[in-house]
């Protein structure tokens, strides 16, 4: 976990000028997972992508947070929050199970800067301190866990489940808070939220490619970088142009991830065992 060189941020661009889409990787859920991070930019290299945005939950869990920081901080357009990353800048996270919040405490001792911290040591703290839990552009909103609640929420294919009287409240009032497209994370489990209240994964989809209604609002959960929970260890994220999104998954080198955690004694062995499953 040694610090990394000074880096310096990009400089938020609109998404849309006059009308036409930049095409855009939708990126969530790193979780310090830097073999994950490398082999998802590496893809996102051979995509002509234009730029590249962060729904948060760059830390957390794996062994790697000060590349994976300084790495996003590169790469990304900007970045969301995620309740990982808020809570690096607490004594005691709540609502995190052991294994979660000592990954935490492992964090904060190798990000938080001191007093004769070098100037870049800093700037990435400040940087993750202060990061926006949403942001809306041309109809998009984009948020890390769900736009009712952006750091707690859970978007999950259950939640979605006809039960035989319609969709739940809890539903309706994510719909409530955006306008056309919301792009989510958090759950780690991608899948796409329609109009009319129905669940599609990835591997529904032909070429697991969505074309988005452009009268009608679509919740998409784009899944997760570092640390997939739908049984599949790939890595993944979405590509997004404006009319379409669609799903990449990439291999990574899960074997080395797995032995830096379990190298790490203040890091679970559990942290491992699951990247491999995918759960």
């Given at each position: 976990?040694?610090?990394?060189?000074?880096?310096?941020?990009?400089?938020?661009?609109?998404?849309?000028?006059?009308?036409?889409?930049?095409?855009?990787?939708v990126?969530?859920?790193?979780?310090?997972?830097?073999?994950?991070?490398?082999?998802?930019?590496?893809?996102?290299?051979?995509?002509?992508?234009?730029?590249?945005?962060?729904?948060?939950?760059?830390?957390?869990?794996?062994?790697?947070?000060?590349?994976?920081?300084?790495?996003?901080?590169?790469?990304?357009?900007?970045?969301l929050?995620?309740?990982?990353?808020?809570?690096?800048?607490?004594?005691h996270?709540?609502?995190?199970?052991?294994?979660?919040?000592?990954?935490?405490?492992l964090?904060?001792?190798?990000?938080?800067?001191?007093?004769f911290?070098?100037?870049?040591?800093?700037?990435?703290?400040?940087?993750?301190?202060?990061?926006?839990?949403?942001?809306?552009?041309?109809?998009?909103?984009?948020?890390?866990?769900?736009?009712?609640?952006?750091?707690?929420?859970?978007?999950?294919?259950?939640?979605?489940?006809?039960?035989?009287?319609?969709?739940?409240?809890?539903?309706?009032?994510?719909?409530?808070?955006?306008?056309?497209?919301?792009?989510?994370?958090?759950?780690?489990?991608?899948?796409?939220?329609?109009?009319?209240?129905?669940?599609?994964?990835?591997?529904?989809?032909?070429?697991?490619?969505?074309?988005?209604?452009?009268?009608?609002?679509?919740?998409?959960?784009?899944?997760?970088?570092?640390?997939?929970?739908?049984q599949?260890?790939?890595?993944?994220?979405?590509?997004?142009?404006?009319?379409?999104?669609?799903?990449?998954?990439?291999?990574y080198?899960?074997?080395?991830?797995?032995?830096?955690?379990?190298?790490?004694?203040?890091?679970?062995?559990?942290?491992?065992?699951?990247?491999?499953?995918?759960?």
């Open positions: 976990m040694a610090d990394a060189s000074p880096d310096t941020p990009k400089v938020p661009t609109p998404a849309a000028t006059n009308g036409s889409w930049r095409l855009r990787a990126i969530s859920d790193i979780h310090a997972n830097l073999e994950a991070f490398q082999a998802v930019l590496a893809d996102i290299a051979t995509q002509n992508i234009d730029e590249i945005v962060c729904l948060g939950d760059i830390v957390g869990y794996g062994p790697d947070p000060v590349p994976c920081l300084a790495l996003a901080r590169k790469a990304c357009t900007w970045c929050c995620g309740n990982h990353d808020a809570a690096v800048f607490m004594s996270p709540v609502g995190f199970n052991e294994a979660a919040a000592r990954a935490v405490h964090h904060q001792r190798h990000m938080r800067p001191g007093f911290s070098l100037p870049g040591k800093v700037a990435r703290w400040r940087w993750l301190e202060n990061l926006p839990a949403i942001r809306t552009e041309n109809r998009v909103t984009y948020v890390h866990a769900s736009p009712a609640d952006p750091l707690i929420d859970y978007v999950l294919e259950e939640d979605f489940q006809d039960m035989g009287f319609g969709p739940s409240e809890k539903v309706l009032e994510r719909y409530e808070r955006f306008d056309w497209l919301c792009f989510v994370g958090h759950s780690h489990r991608p899948g796409v939220a329609t109009h009319d209240y129905k669940w599609i994964k990835p591997g529904e989809l032909e070429n697991q490619t969505y074309v988005l209604p452009q009268d009608k609002q679509t919740l998409v959960n784009i899944g997760a970088v570092g640390q997939p929970r739908d599949n260890p790939d890595a993944c994220y979405v590509i997004f142009d404006g009319k379409s999104i669609r799903y990449r998954r990439v291999k080198d899960v074997e080395t991830t797995q032995k830096k955690i379990r190298a790490l004694p203040e890091l679970e062995d559990r942290l491992a065992d699951r990247l491999g499953r995918g759960t």
